[in-house]
């Protein structure tokens, strides 16, 4: 229960484009990097695999896009197994479980030159979107848009 708790979840929420979303986005920063948090529903049930062994191409999906990169950070995270990322630059944090365990709470940090920056400062503008795909992409929740940069 401690992920996220310490995020100003209030100033750092961002409205999904999706309707009904089953998941919220959060996003933070400092002069490093970008942390956007994730917590999403995710119903994953070990059951449905003969040897109860989830693969990786049905775990949950978030991607990144951002602005002023041609490529998006790609990820692979629940059921309870490791996360992975496809961008060596990106650290990626997961909780997640199976078989009743629903929750899905991730936070992925973003380095400034991911964004071709040296630095974030306070007015900066970064712009960004994400998808989250919930177990064999049953469900999809989005969000996109320009966000400025803003001191405590």
């Not at 071709?116 to 064999?136: L, P, Y």
Request: proline share 4%.
């Amino acid at each position: 229960m401690r992920a996220l708790q310490q995020w100003d979840r209030e100033r750092g929420f961002v409205p999904p484009v999706s309707e009904d979303p089953l998941a919220d986005l959060y996003v933070c920063w400092n002069k490093k990097a970008i942390y956007l948090g994730l917590y999403a529903q995710d119903v994953t049930e070990d059951a449905c695999y003969k040897d109860k062994i989830v693969r990786r191409s049905d775990r949950a999906e978030w991607i990144v896009a951002l602005s002023g990169s041609t490529n998006s950070v790609r990820s692979r995270l629940g059921a309870g197994l490791e996360p992975i990322v496809d961008e060596p630059a990106v650290r990626l944090l997961n909780i997640s479980g199976i078989n009743g365990n629903f929750r899905n709470i991730s936070c992925l940090e973003l380095p400034a030159k991911l964004f071709r920056k040296d630095r974030f400062k306070a007015g900066d503008v970064i712009e960004f979107a994400s998808t989250f795909f919930t177990h064999c992409r049953a469900y999809q929740v989005e969000w996109k848009g320009k966000f400025t940069l803003r001191a405590r």
